[in-house]
T-cell receptor, first 116, second 108 residues
Framework: KAGVTQTPRYLIKTRGQQVTLSCSPISGHRSVSWYQQTPGQGLQFLFEYFSETQRNKGNFPGRFSGRQFSNSRSEMNVSTLELGDSALYLC???????????????FGPGTRLTVT | DAKTTQPNSMESNEEEPVHLPCNHSTISGTDYIHWYRQLPSQGPEYVIHGLTSNVNNRMASLAIAEDRKSSTLILHRATLRDAAVYYCILRAPTLLIWGAGTKLIIKP
C-alpha cells in the first residue's frame, strides 16, 4: 500500500505571496491532518479534515486554510506569506472513522517551505 | 489544554531496554495517549497508543499509570535505528498537542 505523498517536497516563495501544498492520503483513509514543524516551536497542529469537513483547527491565523476533496486528497493554502511561515509542513492520514480519536496517523515526508 | 512533559534527551546502550517517561497530569478521561517517533529528515512515525490499559505491539510496550497521569514507553532492546525524537501526545477530542519530545541517543 502506498504511503502518504506530499507535493511539492521543496518550495521557495517570497514574502507576500501565497502557496498551496498538496497531500494524498493512504488509500481508504478519510482523515487528513496538517502540521507545521519549526525548530523553535516544534510540531504544531494546523487542522484536521474528515469527509471533506474541517473537524478540528489549531491556533493559527486565518491566512492558513485548507480543504479536502471527495477522494480524500487535501490541500492547504497559506496567503500573504511571512518569513515566520518558513517550516516543514507535514500531512498525516488516518482511518478516522466517526469521532473516535484512537486511530494512528501516518505521516508524509513533508513539504519544506522557505519564505525569503 | 492538556499537555505532556518529557525529558529533553536520554541515552542508552545498544541492545538494552529503554524506558521513556511522559507526564500528563492534566489528562482527561477521553484522552488517548499516543507515542510517535521522528527519525532525522523524516516525518513522524506511529509507535503505540493506549487509553487505560498497558499495551504491547511489535515495536514497543506502553505502560500507563493507574491514575493515567503518567506513562512510559518501553523499547525492549534498543538498536541504533531507534535513535530518534520520541513524542508523547494526548489525542483529545478537539486537539492533538505535541510536546518537545525526548531525543533518544543510542550508544553502540
Amino acid at each position: 500500500k502506498a504511503g502518504v505523498t506530499q507535493t511539492p517536497r521543496y518550495l521557495i516563495k517570497t514574502r507576500g505571496q501565497q502557496v498551496t501544498l498538496s497531500c494524498s492520503p493512504i488509500s481508504g483513509h478519510r482523515s487528513v491532518s496538517w502540521y507545521q514543524q519549526t525548530p523553535g516551536q516544534g510540531l504544531q497542529f494546523l487542522f484536521e479534515y474528515f469527509s471533506e469537513t474541517q473537524r478540528n483547527k489549531g491556533n493559527f491565523p486565518g491566512r492558513f486554510s485548507g480543504r479536502q476533496f471527495s477522494n480524500s486528497r487535501s490541500e492547504m493554502n497559506v496567503s500573504t506569506l511571512e518569513l515566520g511561515d518558513s517550516a516543514l509542513y507535514l500531512c498525516a492520514s488516518s482511518l478516522g472513522r466517526g469521532v473516535r480519536m484512537s486511530y494512528e496517523q501516518y505521516f508524509g515526508p513533508g513539504t519544506r517551505l522557505t519564505v525569503t | 489544554d492538556a499537555k505532556t512533559t518529557q525529558p529533553n534527551s536520554m541515552e542508552s546502550n545498544e541492545e538494552e531496554p529503554v524506558h521513556l517517561p511522559c507526564n500528563h497530569s492534566t489528562i482527561s478521561g477521553t484522552d488517548y495517549i499516543h507515542w510517535y517517533r521522528q527519525l532525522p529528515s523524516q516525518g513522524p512515525e506511529y509507535v503505540i497508543h493506549g487509553l487505560t490499559s498497558n499495551v504491547n505491539n511489535r515495536m514497543a510496550s506502553l505502560a500507563i499509570a493507574e491514575d493515567r497521569k503518567s506513562s512510559t514507553l518501553i523499547l525492549h532492546r534498543a538498536t541504533l535505528r531507534d535513535a530518534a525524537v520520541y513524542y508523547c501526545i494526548l489525542r483529545a477530542p478537539t486537539l492533538l498537542i505535541w510536546g518537545a519530545g525526548t531525543k533518544l541517543i543510542i550508544k553502540p
